[in-house]
């Protein structure tokens, strides 16, 4: 029962935290405040910059006076400029305040207490959350077996009556998975067994993919009637803190979206819309050359984590994640005696010992592996590996 204090929180509220990563964050805060270097491989962005050209635009959005609420669902030419890139028309876009607004606003606007969605482990935490806080029910399907990808088995096998959504996000986070197309033929055959299920592909990866990309939706054109993508412009144009992100759909669901949107926050920045605009329509070489440099560091730090052997390493296919397995670290023990149990002891003592951050992958509802994020300049990369070597070097069987 809640307790009937003036702020007591919302029933939909309980259980649900600050993300365990801002935990993370908080005990490197700690260690900075003792004046230590600690190198953060927690992060979710990239470390390059916002092209120069968005930049400009954005600056002379604000010169010209575009500084006024656009249509609640993105100006005209930006939700163009987006149709054009997912092939849709103007009316299936929805703008939004980031990737997180679009699908909390899918979600918001089509989620009857005790339905269901479903997704991989390991997941986006806040996809749990979100599904909780609309009051729907998650149903999570475990794929560390299955190379972090669900397969069309476990798809069938998770679907009920009660199922509305499947949520698959391509690239994925934390997984660095890429689905092949053929695993999306085979994954859409079942969906058309099961008419009654949407389909939400979250693609704000799809930019930071290692091998060419292919949405869902054009795997599987005959599911684009009851499919959502979300896309944005953090991942891809390195704009996490501009907060743009979109949602491709059907014109139902998307006036559905604009509802939801338009009594909550109303239109995303104008601003930002401006620098969006400039970013989908002006040069984009740049964006090959970033993938490659992800690409890179990946085979870098793999190589350097192999070399520890305690973590098995899978490359990843896109976004700038590794998630590997832990398991050889569990029962080693620590320096000052103490026995490594959980992943979340390893993420721990990575911290104290080596003083890097990175996270426990029982926040993403895979246990026993660590998330690790590469999307750090190479000699930060670099110093972090020697660390994480030398912390594990002190670790003796137990
Ligand atoms: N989906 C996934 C899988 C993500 O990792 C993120 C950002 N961490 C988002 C959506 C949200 O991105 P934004 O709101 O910045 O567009």
Not at 95 to 108: D, P, Y
Not at 150 to 167: H, V
Request: net charge neutral; proline share 5%; aromatic share 8%.
């Amino acid at each position: 029962m809640n307790d009937r204090s003036p702020f007591s929180r919302a029933d939909r509220l309980l259980g649900i935290e600050v993300s365990g990563i801002v935990r993370i964050s908080e005990a490197a805060a700690l260690l900075r405040a003792e004046g230590k270097h600690v190198i953060d491989l927690g992060v979710g962005e990239p470390d390059f910059p916002t092209p120069e050209h968005v930049v400009d635009a954005a600056f002379q959005a604000a010169r010209n006076g575009k500084t006024r609420y656009t249509a609640n669902s993105g100006t005209p030419e930006l939700r163009a400029a987006i149709g054009k890139r997912h092939d849709a028309t103007e009316k299936e876009v929805l703008v939004s305040t980031g990737a997180k607004q679009v699908i909390f606003n899918a979600l918001m606007a089509t989620l009857n207490v005790g339905d269901e969605v479903i997704f991989a482990a390991p997941f986006w935490t806040t996809y749990m959350d979100m599904v909780q806080i609309v009051g729907g029910r998650a149903v999570v399907v475990q794929t560390a077996d299955t190379g972090l990808k669900i397969t069309p088995e476990q798809l069938e096998n998770a679907i009920t009556k009660r199922t509305r959504w499947l949520l698959l996000n391509n690239p994925g986070n934390p997984s660095g998975a890429v689905y092949r197309p053929d695993e999306l033929v085979a994954l859409a055959d079942v969906l058309r067994r099961h008419p009654q299920i949407a389909v939400m592909s979250d693609e704000i990866y799809r930019e930071i993919s290692y091998a060419p990309f292919v949405s869902l939706r054009d795997a599987a054109p005959d599911l684009r009637e009851r499919m959502l993508v979300v896309d944005g412009a953090s991942k891809a144009y390195a704009m996490t803190g501009w907060r743009m992100g979109w949602g491709v759909g059907p014109q139902s669901l998307i006036g559905n979206m604009a509802i939801v949107q338009g009594q909550s926050t109303s239109c995303a920045s104008s601003i930002s819309q401006a620098a969006v605009l400039a970013a989908l329509t002006g040069p984009d070489d740049y964006l090959a050359e970033r993938c490659r440099s992800f690409r890179d560091r990946s085979l870098f730090l793999i190589e350097k984590l192999r070399a520890t052997r305690l973590f098995d390493c899978a490359a990843p296919d896109g976004a700038f994640y590794l998630f590997p397995r832990c398991a050889r670290a569990l029962g080693m023990k620590q320096p000052d005696g103490k026995v490594i149990a959980t992943d979340d002891d390893v993420s721990r003592y990575l911290m104290q010992e080596a003083h890097v951050a990175v996270v426990p992958g029982g926040l993403f509802g895979s246990p026993g592996h660590l998330r690790i994020s590469y999307a750090l300049k190479q000699d930060e990369l670099a110093d972090a590996c020697r660390r994480i070597a030398e912390a594990c070097g002190r670790l003796t069987p137990f």
